[in-house]
Protein backbone atom coordinates (compact mmCIF):
# COMPACT_ATOMS: atom_id res chain seq x y z
CA UNK A 1 0.00 0.00 0.00
CA UNK A 2 0.98 3.65 -0.45
CA UNK A 3 0.89 5.45 2.90
CA UNK A 4 1.20 9.22 3.88
CA UNK A 5 1.92 10.48 6.85
CA UNK A 6 1.06 14.19 7.54
CA UNK A 7 1.87 15.87 11.18
CA UNK A 8 3.88 19.08 12.30
CA UNK A 9 5.72 17.82 14.73
CA UNK A 10 9.08 16.39 13.72
CA UNK A 11 9.72 14.09 15.87
CA UNK A 12 6.34 12.19 15.96
CA UNK A 13 6.18 12.15 12.02
CA UNK A 14 9.64 10.56 11.94
CA UNK A 15 8.40 7.78 14.25
CA UNK A 16 5.23 6.97 12.96
CA UNK A 17 7.37 6.82 9.35
CA UNK A 18 10.06 4.42 10.92
CA UNK A 19 6.91 2.43 12.19
CA UNK A 20 5.49 1.85 9.53
CA UNK A 21 8.54 0.91 7.48
CA UNK A 22 8.79 -1.67 10.00
CA UNK A 23 5.40 -3.73 9.26
CA UNK A 24 5.71 -4.67 5.79
CA UNK A 25 8.45 -4.01 2.87
CA UNK A 26 5.72 -4.33 0.65
CA UNK A 27 4.29 -0.86 1.72
CA UNK A 28 5.62 2.68 0.69
CA UNK A 29 5.94 5.18 3.45
CA UNK A 30 5.83 9.10 2.72
CA UNK A 31 6.58 11.70 5.17
CA UNK A 32 4.82 14.89 3.55
CA UNK A 33 5.11 16.97 6.47
CA UNK A 34 2.29 19.27 6.99
CA UNK A 35 0.35 22.50 5.49
CA UNK A 36 -0.64 23.23 1.88
CA UNK A 37 2.71 21.70 0.79
CA UNK A 38 1.32 18.58 2.25
CA UNK A 39 -2.02 18.79 0.66
CA UNK A 40 -0.30 19.26 -2.69
CA UNK A 41 1.62 15.97 -2.56
CA UNK A 42 -1.52 13.87 -0.96
CA UNK A 43 -3.02 15.21 -4.69
CA UNK A 44 0.07 14.12 -6.90
CA UNK A 45 1.01 10.78 -4.73
CA UNK A 46 -2.76 9.57 -4.09
CA UNK A 47 -2.04 6.99 -1.26
CA UNK A 48 -4.31 4.55 0.03
CA UNK A 49 -3.73 5.56 3.41
CA UNK A 50 -2.82 8.99 5.35
CA UNK A 51 -2.09 9.07 8.51
CA UNK A 52 -3.59 13.02 9.30
CA UNK A 53 -2.86 15.16 12.53
CA UNK A 54 -6.12 17.64 13.42
CA UNK A 55 -3.80 20.43 14.96
CA UNK A 56 -1.56 21.92 12.43
CA UNK A 57 -0.62 24.93 11.23
CA UNK A 58 -1.54 26.58 7.57
CA UNK A 59 -4.02 24.48 7.22
CA UNK A 60 -5.07 21.92 10.03
CA UNK A 61 -6.25 18.34 9.36
CA UNK A 62 -10.54 18.53 9.19
CA UNK A 63 -9.57 21.16 6.85
CA UNK A 64 -7.50 19.26 4.83
CA UNK A 65 -9.99 16.76 4.88
CA UNK A 66 -12.83 18.76 3.04
CA UNK A 67 -10.33 19.58 0.85
CA UNK A 68 -9.10 16.79 -1.24
CA UNK A 69 -11.69 14.04 -0.11
CA UNK A 70 -13.55 14.79 -3.50
CA UNK A 71 -10.18 14.10 -5.58
CA UNK A 72 -8.96 11.30 -3.51
CA UNK A 73 -12.28 8.73 -3.28
CA UNK A 74 -10.55 5.55 -2.00
CA UNK A 75 -8.02 7.06 0.09
CA UNK A 76 -8.43 6.04 3.84
CA UNK A 77 -7.81 8.76 6.83
CA UNK A 78 -7.06 7.86 10.20
CA UNK A 79 -6.44 11.08 12.54
CA UNK A 80 -4.27 11.62 15.17
CA UNK A 81 -5.39 13.10 18.26
CA UNK A 82 -4.74 13.97 21.59
CA UNK A 83 -6.80 13.37 24.91
CA UNK A 84 -9.30 16.14 24.90
CA UNK A 85 -9.81 16.13 21.31
CA UNK A 86 -12.63 13.82 20.81
CA UNK A 87 -15.19 16.54 19.14
CA UNK A 88 -13.06 16.77 16.64
CA UNK A 89 -12.64 13.19 16.33
CA UNK A 90 -15.85 13.04 16.36
CA UNK A 91 -16.21 15.85 13.55
CA UNK A 92 -13.15 13.78 11.26
CA UNK A 93 -15.86 10.80 11.24
CA UNK A 94 -18.54 12.64 10.04
CA UNK A 95 -16.44 14.00 6.97
CA UNK A 96 -15.49 10.75 6.50
CA UNK A 97 -12.28 9.44 8.15
CA UNK A 98 -12.20 5.76 8.75
CA UNK A 99 -11.09 6.14 12.64
CA UNK A 100 -8.64 8.23 14.65
CA UNK A 101 -5.68 7.03 16.76
CA UNK A 102 -5.32 8.59 20.03
CA UNK A 103 -1.22 10.29 20.89
CA UNK A 104 1.05 8.65 21.64
CA UNK A 105 1.22 6.67 18.76
CA UNK A 106 1.84 2.44 19.57
CA UNK A 107 2.93 -0.14 17.08
CA UNK A 108 0.26 -2.39 17.83
CA UNK A 109 -2.41 0.86 16.61
CA UNK A 110 -0.42 1.21 13.61
CA UNK A 111 -0.41 -2.64 12.63
CA UNK A 112 -4.03 -2.84 13.43
CA UNK A 113 -5.20 0.55 11.86
CA UNK A 114 -2.80 -1.13 8.39
CA UNK A 115 -4.03 -4.05 8.36
CA UNK A 116 -7.78 -3.01 8.92
CA UNK A 117 -7.80 -0.56 6.06
CA UNK A 118 -5.82 -3.64 3.96
CA UNK A 119 -8.55 -6.07 4.51
CA UNK A 120 -11.24 -3.41 3.41
CA UNK A 121 -8.85 -2.64 0.44
CA UNK A 122 -8.99 -6.10 -0.42
CA UNK A 123 -12.59 -6.62 -0.16
CA UNK A 124 -13.62 -3.24 -2.27
CA UNK A 125 -11.24 -4.86 -4.76
CA UNK A 126 -12.49 -7.46 -4.90
CA UNK A 127 -16.39 -6.91 -5.09
CA UNK A 128 -15.31 -4.27 -7.98
CA UNK A 129 -13.49 -6.60 -9.90
CA UNK A 130 -16.44 -9.13 -9.64
CA UNK A 131 -18.73 -7.15 -11.08
CA UNK A 132 -16.41 -6.97 -14.65
CA UNK A 133 -15.79 -10.80 -14.31
CA UNK A 134 -19.72 -11.41 -14.10
CA UNK A 135 -20.24 -9.06 -17.48
CA UNK A 136 -17.64 -10.91 -19.01
CA UNK A 137 -19.20 -14.44 -18.04
CA UNK A 138 -22.02 -12.75 -20.04
CA UNK A 139 -19.84 -13.34 -23.02
CA UNK A 140 -18.88 -16.80 -22.32
CA UNK A 141 -16.12 -15.91 -20.42
CA UNK A 142 -15.17 -17.86 -17.46
CA UNK A 143 -12.59 -16.35 -15.14
CA UNK A 144 -12.24 -16.24 -11.38
CA UNK A 145 -10.01 -14.87 -8.69
CA UNK A 146 -7.52 -17.05 -7.21
CA UNK A 147 -5.41 -14.71 -5.28
CA UNK A 148 -4.84 -10.55 -3.98
CA UNK A 149 -1.53 -10.09 -3.63
CA UNK A 150 -1.13 -5.80 -3.33
CA UNK A 151 -4.95 -4.29 -3.15
CA UNK A 152 -3.70 -1.32 -2.90
CA UNK A 153 -1.51 -0.71 -6.72
CA UNK A 154 -4.79 -1.16 -7.88
CA UNK A 155 -6.52 1.50 -6.66
CA UNK A 156 -3.74 3.65 -7.60
CA UNK A 157 -3.98 5.42 -11.28
CA UNK A 158 -0.68 6.47 -11.12
CA UNK A 159 0.80 2.91 -11.45
CA UNK A 160 0.89 0.93 -15.05
CA UNK A 161 -0.58 -2.23 -15.06
CA UNK A 162 -0.75 -4.95 -17.82
CA UNK A 163 -2.39 -8.40 -18.13
CA UNK A 164 0.30 -11.20 -18.13
CA UNK A 165 -0.71 -14.84 -18.82
CA UNK A 166 1.29 -17.46 -17.42
CA UNK A 167 4.36 -17.05 -19.91
CA UNK A 168 7.30 -18.08 -17.64
CA UNK A 169 7.71 -14.89 -15.46
CA UNK A 170 6.93 -16.10 -12.57
CA UNK A 171 9.47 -13.94 -10.82
CA UNK A 172 8.11 -10.79 -12.31
CA UNK A 173 4.45 -11.95 -11.40
CA UNK A 174 5.61 -12.61 -7.51
CA UNK A 175 7.29 -9.20 -7.59
CA UNK A 176 4.93 -7.18 -8.74
CA UNK A 177 1.86 -8.96 -8.78
CA UNK A 178 -1.48 -6.99 -7.81
CA UNK A 179 -3.86 -10.09 -8.35
CA UNK A 180 -3.45 -13.71 -9.95
CA UNK A 181 -6.72 -14.89 -11.68
CA UNK A 182 -7.65 -18.35 -13.75
CA UNK A 183 -9.31 -18.14 -16.74
CA UNK A 184 -11.11 -21.66 -17.26
CA UNK A 185 -10.29 -22.25 -21.16
CA UNK A 186 -6.18 -20.50 -20.99
CA UNK A 187 -4.99 -21.09 -17.28
CA UNK A 188 -3.29 -18.33 -15.02
CA UNK A 189 -2.95 -14.81 -15.74
CA UNK A 190 -1.61 -11.66 -13.90
CA UNK A 191 -2.57 -8.14 -13.51
CA UNK A 192 1.19 -6.87 -12.51
CA UNK A 193 2.41 -3.19 -12.29
CA UNK A 194 4.52 -3.14 -15.47
CA UNK A 195 7.76 -1.13 -15.33
CA UNK A 196 7.59 2.74 -16.99
CA UNK A 197 10.07 1.67 -19.91
CA UNK A 198 8.66 -1.83 -20.73
CA UNK A 199 6.77 -2.14 -23.64
CA UNK A 200 3.74 -4.46 -23.18
CA UNK A 201 0.28 -4.74 -24.78
CA UNK A 202 -2.90 -4.39 -22.98
CA UNK A 203 -1.35 -2.24 -20.71
CA UNK A 204 -3.65 0.55 -18.57
CA UNK A 205 -3.68 2.98 -15.65
CA UNK A 206 -7.13 3.58 -14.47
CA UNK A 207 -8.78 0.23 -13.35
CA UNK A 208 -12.33 1.11 -15.11
CA UNK A 209 -9.88 0.06 -18.07
CA UNK A 210 -9.35 -3.62 -16.91
CA UNK A 211 -12.43 -5.51 -17.92
CA UNK A 212 -12.08 -4.37 -21.68
CA UNK A 213 -8.14 -5.19 -21.65
CA UNK A 214 -9.03 -8.32 -20.47
CA UNK A 215 -11.24 -8.83 -22.65
CA UNK A 216 -8.82 -8.32 -25.72
CA UNK A 217 -6.45 -10.69 -24.00
CA UNK A 218 -8.51 -13.58 -23.65
CA UNK A 219 -9.74 -12.87 -27.54
CA UNK A 220 -6.25 -13.03 -28.20
CA UNK A 221 -5.54 -16.12 -26.41
CA UNK A 222 -9.16 -17.96 -28.49
CA UNK A 223 -7.48 -16.57 -31.38
CA UNK A 224 -3.62 -18.31 -30.57
CA UNK A 225 -5.36 -21.53 -29.69
CA UNK A 226 -8.09 -21.96 -32.43
CA UNK A 227 -5.96 -20.78 -34.96
CA UNK A 228 -2.41 -22.14 -33.53
CA UNK A 229 -0.75 -19.58 -34.43
CA UNK A 230 1.88 -17.03 -32.64
CA UNK A 231 0.54 -13.56 -30.81
CA UNK A 232 1.52 -11.05 -33.90
CA UNK A 233 -0.61 -13.00 -36.29
CA UNK A 234 -3.34 -13.35 -34.37
CA UNK A 235 -3.12 -9.39 -33.54
CA UNK A 236 -3.44 -8.56 -37.55
CA UNK A 237 -6.34 -10.81 -37.28
CA UNK A 238 -8.39 -9.03 -35.03
CA UNK A 239 -7.35 -5.61 -36.26
CA UNK A 240 -8.29 -6.36 -39.77
CA UNK A 241 -11.34 -4.76 -41.48
CA UNK A 242 -14.05 -7.17 -41.62
CA UNK A 243 -16.84 -6.17 -43.44
CA UNK A 244 -15.58 -6.79 -46.91
CA UNK A 245 -14.79 -10.43 -45.96
CA UNK A 246 -17.74 -11.23 -44.39
CA UNK A 247 -20.44 -9.70 -47.28
CA UNK A 248 -18.34 -12.35 -49.69
CA UNK A 249 -18.46 -15.36 -46.94
CA UNK A 250 -21.84 -14.26 -46.62
CA UNK A 251 -22.88 -14.80 -50.46
CA UNK A 252 -20.56 -17.93 -50.81
CA UNK A 253 -22.10 -19.31 -47.78
CA UNK A 254 -25.78 -19.02 -49.35
CA UNK A 255 -24.62 -20.01 -52.78
CA UNK A 256 -23.26 -22.74 -51.21
CA UNK A 257 -26.50 -23.83 -49.54
CA UNK A 258 -28.83 -23.46 -52.87
CA UNK A 259 -26.82 -25.64 -54.78
CA UNK A 260 -26.85 -28.67 -52.09
CA UNK A 261 -30.63 -27.81 -51.73
CA UNK A 262 -31.22 -27.46 -55.73
CA UNK A 263 -32.82 -31.16 -57.78
CA UNK A 264 -29.86 -31.45 -60.02
CA UNK A 265 -26.91 -32.48 -57.39
CA UNK A 266 -23.83 -30.86 -58.67
CA UNK A 267 -21.23 -32.60 -56.15
CA UNK A 268 -17.82 -30.25 -58.39
CA UNK A 269 -19.74 -27.04 -57.96
CA UNK A 270 -20.59 -28.18 -54.11
CA UNK A 271 -16.81 -28.71 -53.24
CA UNK A 272 -15.70 -25.57 -55.38
CA UNK A 273 -18.18 -23.38 -53.18
CA UNK A 274 -17.14 -24.85 -50.23
CA UNK A 275 -13.55 -24.73 -50.66
CA UNK A 276 -13.91 -20.94 -51.62
CA UNK A 277 -16.01 -20.24 -48.23
CA UNK A 278 -13.92 -21.98 -46.28
CA UNK A 279 -10.79 -20.09 -47.49
CA UNK A 280 -12.70 -16.38 -46.95
CA UNK A 281 -13.82 -17.38 -43.19
CA UNK A 282 -9.89 -18.66 -42.45
CA UNK A 283 -8.73 -15.04 -42.32
CA UNK A 284 -11.22 -13.96 -40.16
CA UNK A 285 -11.43 -13.53 -36.30
CA UNK A 286 -12.58 -16.73 -34.86
CA UNK A 287 -15.72 -15.14 -33.19
CA UNK A 288 -16.77 -14.51 -36.97
CA UNK A 289 -15.46 -17.81 -38.06
CA UNK A 290 -18.26 -19.34 -35.48
CA UNK A 291 -20.55 -17.35 -36.79
CA UNK A 292 -20.54 -18.36 -40.36
CA UNK A 293 -20.22 -22.02 -39.39
CA UNK A 294 -23.29 -21.87 -37.47
CA UNK A 295 -25.27 -20.22 -39.94
CA UNK A 296 -24.29 -22.33 -42.70
CA UNK A 297 -24.58 -25.47 -40.38
CA UNK A 298 -28.39 -24.33 -39.34
CA UNK A 299 -29.47 -24.01 -43.18
CA UNK A 300 -27.56 -27.29 -44.09
CA UNK A 301 -30.69 -29.40 -42.89
CA UNK A 302 -33.20 -27.51 -44.58
CA UNK A 303 -30.88 -27.27 -47.27
CA UNK A 304 -30.65 -31.06 -47.63
CA UNK A 305 -34.68 -31.59 -47.21
CA UNK A 306 -35.69 -28.94 -49.62
CA UNK A 307 -36.76 -27.10 -46.90
CA UNK A 308 -36.89 -22.79 -46.96
CA UNK A 309 -33.27 -22.03 -45.66
CA UNK A 310 -34.14 -18.69 -45.38
CA UNK A 311 -35.79 -19.22 -42.03
CA UNK A 312 -33.74 -20.81 -39.39
CA UNK A 313 -35.15 -22.17 -36.22
CA UNK A 314 -33.93 -20.81 -33.09
CA UNK A 315 -33.80 -24.15 -31.37
CA UNK A 316 -31.82 -25.39 -34.24
CA UNK A 317 -29.12 -23.02 -34.14
CA UNK A 318 -28.72 -22.42 -30.56
CA UNK A 319 -28.25 -26.59 -31.15
CA UNK A 320 -25.26 -25.55 -33.69
CA UNK A 321 -23.54 -22.44 -31.70
CA UNK A 322 -23.24 -24.94 -28.93
CA UNK A 323 -21.83 -27.89 -31.10
CA UNK A 324 -19.55 -24.97 -32.71
CA UNK A 325 -18.54 -24.29 -29.33
CA UNK A 326 -17.32 -27.69 -28.39
CA UNK A 327 -13.82 -26.61 -30.74
CA UNK A 328 -11.27 -25.53 -29.90
CA UNK A 329 -8.94 -25.90 -33.11
CA UNK A 330 -9.54 -24.31 -36.67
CA UNK A 331 -8.63 -27.89 -38.28
CA UNK A 332 -10.62 -30.15 -36.34
CA UNK A 333 -13.64 -27.91 -37.19
CA UNK A 334 -13.25 -27.93 -40.84
CA UNK A 335 -12.88 -31.44 -40.72
CA UNK A 336 -15.99 -32.33 -39.11
CA UNK A 337 -17.93 -29.65 -41.09
CA UNK A 338 -16.37 -31.12 -44.13
CA UNK A 339 -17.61 -34.41 -43.10
CA UNK A 340 -21.13 -33.17 -42.29
CA UNK A 341 -21.37 -31.28 -45.81
CA UNK A 342 -19.48 -34.28 -48.17
CA UNK A 343 -20.57 -37.41 -46.65
CA UNK A 344 -23.75 -35.88 -45.84
CA UNK A 345 -24.49 -35.73 -49.60
CA UNK A 346 -23.55 -39.06 -50.22
CA UNK A 347 -25.87 -40.18 -46.89
CA UNK A 348 -28.68 -38.64 -47.96
CA UNK A 349 -28.23 -40.40 -51.68
CA UNK A 350 -27.79 -44.23 -49.32
CA UNK A 351 -31.21 -42.89 -47.62
CA UNK A 352 -32.83 -42.15 -50.67
CA UNK A 353 -31.90 -45.87 -52.12
CA UNK A 354 -33.31 -48.02 -48.71
CA UNK A 355 -35.41 -45.64 -47.61
CA UNK A 356 -38.84 -47.51 -47.86
CA UNK A 357 -36.98 -50.57 -46.12
CA UNK A 358 -34.63 -48.51 -42.93
CA UNK A 359 -35.96 -45.65 -42.22
CA UNK A 360 -39.32 -46.70 -39.96
CA UNK A 361 -37.06 -49.30 -38.69
CA UNK A 362 -34.87 -46.61 -37.46
CA UNK A 363 -36.58 -44.40 -36.16
CA UNK A 364 -38.30 -47.25 -33.92
CA UNK A 365 -35.21 -47.79 -32.51
CA UNK A 366 -33.87 -44.37 -32.36
CA UNK A 367 -36.61 -43.32 -30.32
CA UNK A 368 -36.67 -46.63 -28.32
CA UNK A 369 -32.86 -45.79 -27.21
CA UNK A 370 -33.77 -42.18 -26.51
CA UNK A 371 -36.69 -42.95 -24.15
CA UNK A 372 -34.43 -45.54 -21.94
CA UNK A 373 -31.37 -42.90 -21.89
CA UNK A 374 -30.24 -42.73 -18.55
CA UNK A 375 -27.04 -40.04 -19.68
CA UNK A 376 -28.59 -37.28 -21.44
CA UNK A 377 -25.44 -36.28 -22.66
CA UNK A 378 -25.43 -38.90 -25.35
CA UNK A 379 -28.66 -37.55 -26.95
CA UNK A 380 -26.81 -35.64 -29.27
CA UNK A 381 -27.82 -36.08 -33.20
CA UNK A 382 -23.82 -36.76 -33.98
CA UNK A 383 -23.62 -39.72 -30.77
CA UNK A 384 -27.21 -41.26 -32.34
CA UNK A 385 -26.22 -40.92 -36.13
CA UNK A 386 -22.83 -42.88 -34.82
CA UNK A 387 -24.65 -45.47 -32.88
CA UNK A 388 -27.14 -46.28 -36.29
CA UNK A 389 -24.45 -45.55 -38.46
CA UNK A 390 -26.14 -43.07 -40.07
CA UNK A 391 -25.59 -38.99 -41.21
CA UNK A 392 -26.70 -36.30 -38.60
CA UNK A 393 -28.87 -35.13 -41.11
CA UNK A 394 -30.02 -37.90 -42.51
CA UNK A 395 -31.21 -38.42 -38.90
CA UNK A 396 -32.81 -35.00 -38.22
CA UNK A 397 -34.71 -35.56 -41.55
CA UNK A 398 -36.30 -38.82 -40.99
CA UNK A 399 -37.57 -37.67 -37.06
CA UNK A 400 -38.69 -34.37 -39.43
CA UNK A 401 -40.69 -36.91 -41.60
CA UNK A 402 -41.98 -39.16 -38.87
CA UNK A 403 -42.23 -37.43 -35.28
CA UNK A 404 -42.72 -34.05 -36.93
CA UNK A 405 -40.10 -31.65 -35.78
CA UNK A 406 -36.52 -32.90 -35.89
CA UNK A 407 -34.06 -34.07 -33.82
CA UNK A 408 -32.96 -31.12 -32.40
CA UNK A 409 -36.52 -29.86 -31.19
CA UNK A 410 -37.22 -33.35 -30.09
CA UNK A 411 -34.59 -33.49 -27.81
CA UNK A 412 -34.64 -30.08 -26.58
CA UNK A 413 -38.03 -30.50 -25.35
CA UNK A 414 -36.99 -33.92 -23.64
CA UNK A 415 -33.88 -32.10 -21.85
CA UNK A 416 -36.62 -29.10 -20.78
CA UNK A 417 -39.13 -31.55 -19.40
CA UNK A 418 -36.26 -33.19 -17.11
CA UNK A 419 -34.68 -29.99 -16.15
CA UNK A 420 -37.69 -28.92 -15.02
CA UNK A 421 -38.38 -31.97 -12.99
CA UNK A 422 -34.78 -31.72 -11.50
CA UNK A 423 -35.11 -27.90 -10.32
CA UNK A 424 -38.37 -29.03 -8.53
CA UNK A 425 -37.67 -32.24 -6.98
CA UNK A 426 -33.69 -32.00 -6.27
CA UNK A 427 -31.24 -30.04 -4.36
CA UNK A 428 -28.77 -30.26 -7.15
CA UNK A 429 -27.07 -26.71 -8.56
CA UNK A 430 -28.24 -25.60 -11.99
CA UNK A 431 -24.74 -25.73 -12.92
CA UNK A 432 -24.83 -29.44 -12.31
CA UNK A 433 -28.17 -29.59 -13.90
CA UNK A 434 -26.67 -27.90 -17.20
CA UNK A 435 -23.83 -30.21 -17.25
CA UNK A 436 -25.78 -33.13 -16.66
CA UNK A 437 -28.38 -32.95 -19.49
CA UNK A 438 -25.54 -32.20 -21.78
CA UNK A 439 -24.78 -28.62 -22.25
CA UNK A 440 -21.30 -26.97 -22.82
CA UNK A 441 -22.67 -23.79 -21.09
CA UNK A 442 -24.99 -22.04 -18.82
CA UNK A 443 -26.27 -19.70 -20.91
CA UNK A 444 -27.20 -21.87 -23.79
CA UNK A 445 -29.56 -23.81 -21.14
CA UNK A 446 -31.42 -20.84 -19.66
CA UNK A 447 -32.18 -19.34 -22.99
CA UNK A 448 -33.81 -22.71 -23.82
CA UNK A 449 -35.54 -23.50 -20.82
CA UNK A 450 -36.71 -19.94 -21.03
CA UNK A 451 -38.36 -20.16 -24.52
CA UNK A 452 -39.78 -23.97 -23.02
CA UNK A 453 -41.58 -22.23 -19.87
CA UNK A 454 -41.00 -18.33 -20.60
CA UNK A 455 -39.10 -17.88 -16.86
CA UNK A 456 -35.43 -18.13 -16.50
CA UNK A 457 -34.16 -21.87 -14.63
CA UNK A 458 -32.79 -19.68 -11.34
CA UNK A 459 -36.53 -17.85 -10.81
CA UNK A 460 -38.45 -20.66 -11.71
CA UNK A 461 -36.47 -22.59 -8.77
CA UNK A 462 -37.17 -19.71 -6.57
CA UNK A 463 -40.72 -19.18 -7.64
CA UNK A 464 -41.50 -23.26 -6.62
CA UNK A 465 -39.38 -22.57 -3.27
CA UNK A 466 -41.36 -19.05 -2.11
CA UNK A 467 -44.92 -21.23 -3.16
CA UNK A 468 -43.85 -24.22 -1.26
CA UNK A 469 -43.33 -21.98 1.93
CA UNK A 470 -47.15 -20.38 1.57
CA UNK A 471 -48.02 -23.78 1.26
CA UNK A 472 -46.45 -24.70 5.02
CA UNK A 473 -47.46 -21.30 6.56
Same mark, same amino acid.
Request: contains cysteine.
Given at each position: ?17 ? #? ?5 ? +???? /? ?8 ? +???? *?? %? ?20 ? =? !?? @???? &? ?26 ? !? ?32 ? +? ?38 ? $? ?29 ? @??? @?????? =???? $? ?6 ? +?????? *? ?25 ? @?? &? *?? =? ?67 ? !? ?57 ? *????? !? ?10 ? &? ?6 ? #? ?23 ? /?? &???? %? ?22
Amino acid at each position: MRICVVEDEKTLRESIVY #KLSKLST +ENEI /FDIEYGFKAM +ERLL *LL %KPNLVFLDIFMPEINGLDMLRK =V !KG @SLPN &TKFIFLTGYGEFEYAREALLLGAKNYLL !KPIYDKDLKKAVEEVRAELVREMEKEVKQDIRLL +EQEDHEVSITSIVSPGWWFDSNKRKVIVMNNGHDDLHLEN $CIFQFQACKFGVGYVVVADQEDSLEWDFYDR @SEW @SDRLRR =VLEL $CAEQQFFG +EGAQCS *LRRMEQPTASILKSAGATRQLLVSVIG @SD &T *LN =VDRIYECFEQWMEQISVLPVRYVRSECVLLLSSLDGALQNCNTRFIEEADKAYWEDWVGMFTEWKILTN !KIDYLIHKGLSAMNDLKAVEKLTDYEIMQRVQERVENMRDYREMSLDFLAEQFHIHPVS *LSKLF !KKHVGINFIQYA &TKRKMALA #KKLLLHSSKKISEITEELGYSNYRY /FS &TLFK %KEYGIVPQQFRRNEEAEDRRELE
